[in-house]
């Protein structure tokens, strides 16, 4: 295996590392102190939500033992940076990468996620060789929040941010803020999104792009973004297991759907004035769409899942993350061009088996994406499936989000 090599130069930036105010944490801790709990009577197989023991453990658990400042160290092992592009402020983390000639990388996250979600595969996309991998292969890393996401906030002249509005952003931060006439992304979720509009409206500046998902980039196009179903009724006649699965799915995504796309404003109000509040909302989430089979803590620790929580509550920014979903539908996606596929850039896909469509074994997964409408839109290259795997892919199979981005970009380096 060829030998470790010098990272790449340090940006030309000015690195701010990640604090929290001690008046902010501590704020924090009042409100939870002084939680005002529902009564949730028969809600012990949670078919009302998130059950009240469970959070309010959680919440016990955040007032009393989280660590914040532990948390805070941590993540700033990596280098932060802060800039505005156009009056969007943009938080970034960076590692550099190690090897003969790293690709620079952005990687965009989504709902309810923050850019620490990246955290488990970021050392060994930069530093394959630390990692038992080939450095041919490293990559210089740049994982931005999302504008209205944790630590780049706050918007006060951008209150129509979406996900086509943030690929402007990340194209301006990676060609003229960062200097480079060619990059790679990838991203899950809407990040995904914001990946495929790179893809397709900036294709001559991308090796490719790696994505967690294949939707449409009209997704939330229409009078009935909201709907997860776009309003077409259950098939009659399917068979009892796979009706089960179409209910099951839809109602694992409806609720934020609706909410997010239809009245952000008023559900923030609650979320950001209770601390308690905003992690049931988000713990429901996490729950139903990581693949933790029923105990949240097989994907994510308390620490780490009020890591992720805390980024949110220590920014205010519950409020402006969901109101991109009514953005994307109020300010609808229009193509840039009308080559097929709409996104030309080269595409990578993984996809894991717990978001297997209803009836779709992971074995048939790939074939039954080919039969969508959504292949025609991407020139895609490489497609994988797992059979392992939720929501949150590279939190929760980092070693295979990795391999397989990896694999999508080794014949799109240059030579």
Same mark, same amino acid.
């Given at each position: ?16 590392? *990640? ?86 990388? *952005?990687? !965009? ?149 609706? %909410? ?7 559900? %923030? ?20 769409? !990581?693949?933790?089979?029923?105990? *949240? ?13 805390? *980024? ?13 979903? %009514? ?8 193509? !840039? ?79």
């Amino acid at each position: 295996m060829p030998g470790r090599v010098p990272p790449t130069a340090p940006l030309p930036l000015t690195p701010t590392p *990640i604090h929290v105010p001690d008046a902010v944490l501590a704020d924090l801790r009042a409100r939870l102190d002084l939680t005002r709990w529902p009564e949730d009577t028969g809600n012990a197989d949670r078919y009302y939500g998130v059950d009240r023991p469970t959070l309010q453990g959680l919440v016990d658990y955040w007032r009393d033992t989280y660590d914040w400042r532990a948390a805070e160290a941590a993540i700033n092992r990596f280098a932060h940076y802060r800039v505005d592009i156009g009056g969007v402020p943009v938080h970034f983390m960076h590692k550099p990468g190690v090897g003969p000639d790293p690709v620079p990388l *952005i990687l !965009s996250h989504g709902w309810p996620w923050t850019f620490w979600h990246w955290a488990k595969v970021v050392d060994a996309l930069a530093d394959p060789a630390a990692h038992g991998g080939d450095p041919a292969d490293a990559f210089d890393v740049v994982v931005p929040s999302l504008p209205g996401f944790g630590f780049s906030a706050p918007l006060p002249v951008h209150p129509d941010m979406n996900f086509w509005k943030i690929a402007e952003v990340w194209h301006t931060l990676m060609t003229d803020v960062l200097g480079h006439a060619k990059y790679a992304a990838g991203g899950c979720d809407v990040g995904a999104l914001v990946t495929g509009q790179l893809g397709h409206k900036y294709a001559d500046a991308l090796y490719g792009i790696h994505i967690g998902s294949g939707q449409r980039l009209d997704f939330f196009n229409g009078d009935r973004g909201w709907d997860l179903s776009g309003g077409r009724p259950i098939p009659e006649g399917l068979p009892d297991a796979i009706h089960r699965q179409v209910v099951a799915t839809e109602k694992r995504f409806a609720v934020h759907l609706a %909410a997010h796309t239809l009245a952000p404003s008023t559900l %923030a109000y609650g979320l950001a004035d209770s601390p308690a509040g905003m992690l049931a909302w988000l713990l429901d989430r996490w729950t139903n769409w !990581s693949d933790c089979r029923g105990d *949240i803590e097989n994907v994510f620790t308390k620490d780490e899942l009020l890591t992720h929580a805390t *980024i949110y509550w220590a920014t205010g920014t519950i409020g402006s993350s969901i109101r991109t979903y %009514a953005n994307n539908n109020r300010y609808p996606w229009t193509p !840039s061009h009308d080559r097929q596929p709409a996104v030309e850039a080269p595409t990578g896909l993984t996809f894991v088996a717990y978001e297997n469509p209803p009836g779709v074994t992971t074995g048939g997964r790939v074939d039954s994406w080919l039969a969508t409408d959504r292949a025609a839109w991407y020139r895609h290259t490489n497609l994988t499936a797992h059979d392992r795997g939720g929501h949150f892919i590279p939190w929760e199979v980092p070693d295979l989000w990795v391999d397989d981005l990896r694999r999508t970009f080794r014949p799109l380096r240059p030579s």
